[in-house]
Every structure is written in structure tokens, then in C-alpha cells.
């Protein structure tokens, strides 16, 4: 895949707005995919993650569903090769 990590969101969503202020905070680009917009996005995540609740994180083989900052940080403590991808190295979970 590469290119720039997809974040799928809904408007209002408070997760969806903490996520996103972390990615900006860490200086990662994201595709942000409103799922209220766009059925074909809803769609879209439905079909990798098997559920329609956001935040949803899509990255190459890398999927965390309907996620807090601090579930996606302990997912991602796990990849070391996504958090190098996207230049993530301090992972404190009060970011």
C-alpha cells in the first residue's frame, strides 16, 4: 500500500477528533475518510474491519477498529515496522 495511512471517521465523534489530534501532534498524514459522507467509505470499512464504528486506522496489513489513543498506542507497540512507517517513536500514552 504505502501512501498516506487512512483514518476513518464520523463527525462529532470525540475518539475520531482525539485520534486525529495525536496523528497531527506525531506529524503523521492521513487520508481521513468521513464514513457520514461517503457510503462507499462506510462500505469500505466495514468490509476490512467487520464492524462500523470509528475511529477506524487502516495502514498496509496494519487495522485497528473503533480505537482510544491508548488502544491504538498498545497496538502499535506491537509493529515496531508501522510505528518506523509512519515516524511515530515516542509512544507515551498522555500524548
Known amino acids: 500500500m504505502r501512501g498516506d495511512p487512512i483514518l476513518y471517521i464520523r463527525r462529532g465523534c470525540p475518539w475520531c477528533r482525539e485520534a486525529m489530534a495525536f496523528f497531527s501532534t506525531h506529524g503523521v498524514s492521513l487520508e481521513i475518510r468521513d464514513v457520514d459522507r461517503d457510503f462507499a467509505h462506510l ?3 466495514v468490509e476490512i474491519s467487520g464492524q462500523s464504528l470509528t475511529p477506524t486506522f487502516e495502514y498496509d496489513d496494519f487495522l485497528v ?17 508501522i510505528r518506523a512507517a509512519l515516524g511515530i517513536m515516542d509512544l507515551d500514552h498522555s500524548t
Not at 65 to 81: H, K
Open 43 to 45: 462500505k469500505r470499512m
Open 65 to 81: 477498529a473503533d480505537f482510544s489513543v491508548d488502544e491504538f498506542i498498545d497496538e502499535l507497540q506491537e509493529r515496531p515496522d
